[in-house]
């Protein structure tokens, strides 16, 4: 187990079960950098105090979303200390030794804690990803798994409280803004979603420096099965790529900002309005890469469908009513396979 790191500390041979024989890119010259994501900027603070400018702002909103299905969230109201240091007690976390880390250690069919997410399969073909997480429900809180909250560093679970009690308010508003974006009559219609029975958790991601980046991925590509994900990225190392137009992207660090994705859930909510975006994550051959994804999840069990007043003769509904199973997803996940396309009309 914990096979990801180890092998990135003793810089052994990569074994077979991660390397893509064709590469990850076979149609496009390596030596050619993939070109930069032009990717929206939102003033999140304009977005949520009505002013003159709000209007447009939500516009600018929806069209990015319905686009790109991702934007840079900036004035979200997350001081920049705090997100250094939640990137800090992860560091400081991936550096202990490897005993302690394992006492966060996930069970091989469980979501939360430590670990890598391992492909159930007998198919040996089937490429793993080079990368360690930790992921933790954090809302609500009785249903967060203490055994997997890390206790060293001692400051661990104080900061992730903060900082996810702060990224909960952002995540509220910011459907909230999605919802009022389409006119919706009601702007709780998709946090409703999330109210009833629904979780937020925290994904912390480890990608170790690779020396063969281009037949090696820190995640391959895939949509989140999420309702909205955040992505705190690392201060320095890129890493993060979307796909649009059938072309890979470098998604930009921006100081302080937050990447916004739409994820699978709401793309059948909002019968199509927003796309969940295809992204991946590529390795540096010299720095380790680190990042920390909120991602709000509905009830298990709950049935997904357009959100009817997102229906009309001029826009028919797009997917068929499908329950949200957390299990399914992750099967998705492994298969490359999405849930909007397994639903489609
Ligand atoms: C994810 C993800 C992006 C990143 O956790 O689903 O896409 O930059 N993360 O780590
Ligand atoms: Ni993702």
């Given at each position: 187990m914990d096979s990801v790191h180890e092998i990135a500390i003793t810089g052994q041979n990569l074994p077979a079960k991660y390397i893509y024989t064709d590469g990850i890119n076979p149609s496009q010259n390596p030596s050619i950098p993939l070109p930069l994501l032009e990717i929206p900027v939102i003033d999140f603070n304009r977005l949520a105090t009505p002013s003159t400018g709000t209007g447009e702002e939500l516009g600018r909103l929806r069209s990015a979303l319905s686009s790109y299905g991702c934007v840079m969230v900036t004035n979200h109201g997350v001081a920049s200390s705090l997100m250094d240091r939640v990137r800090l007690v992860f560091k400081q976390f991936l550096a202990l030794p490897m005993e302690e880390r394992l006492k966060c250690q996930k069970e091989?069919?469980?979501?939360?804690?430590?670990?890598s997410d391992m492909i159930v399969t007998k198919d040996v073909a089937v490429v793993h990803d080079f990368s360690a997480r930790l992921r933790l429900i954090t809302w609500p809180e009785d249903r967060r798994q203490m055994k997997y909250w890390p206790e060293k560093p001692h400051d661990f679970r104080e900061v992730l409280d903060e900082y996810s009690s702060k990224l909960r308010v952002l995540h509220d508003a910011t459907l909230k803004a999605m919802a009022r974006s389409l006119n919706l009559e009601d702007d709780s219609t998709f946090l409703k979603v999330i109210r009833e029975g629904g979780t937020i958790s925290s994904r912390f991601n480890f990608y170790p420096p690779c020396p063969t980046p281009d037949r090696v991925l820190g995640l391959k590509p895939h949509s989140d099965g999420t309702v909205i994900t955040f992505v705190l990225q690392d201060r320095e190392v890129e890493g993060l790529q979307v796909l649009k137009e059938e072309q890979w992207f470098r998604v930009p660090i921006v100081a302080d900002a937050l990447v916004l994705n739409v994820g699978d859930q709401l793309e059948i909510m909002s019968n199509g309005e927003f796309k969940s975006p295809i992204h991946r994550v590529v390795l540096n051959p010299k720095k380790e890469r680190i990042s920390i994804a909120t991602l709000s999840f509905p009830q298990e069990g709950k049935q997904i469908e357009?959100?009817?007043?997102?229906?009309s003769r001029e826009r028919p509904r797009l997917y068929r009513q499908v329950k949200y199973n957390g299990v399914t997803q992750l099967g998705y996940y492994q298969s490359g396979k999405r849930v909007t396309d397994e639903v489609r009309i």
């Open positions: 091989v069919d469980g979501f939360d804690g430590y670990g357009p959100f009817e007043g997102l229906v």
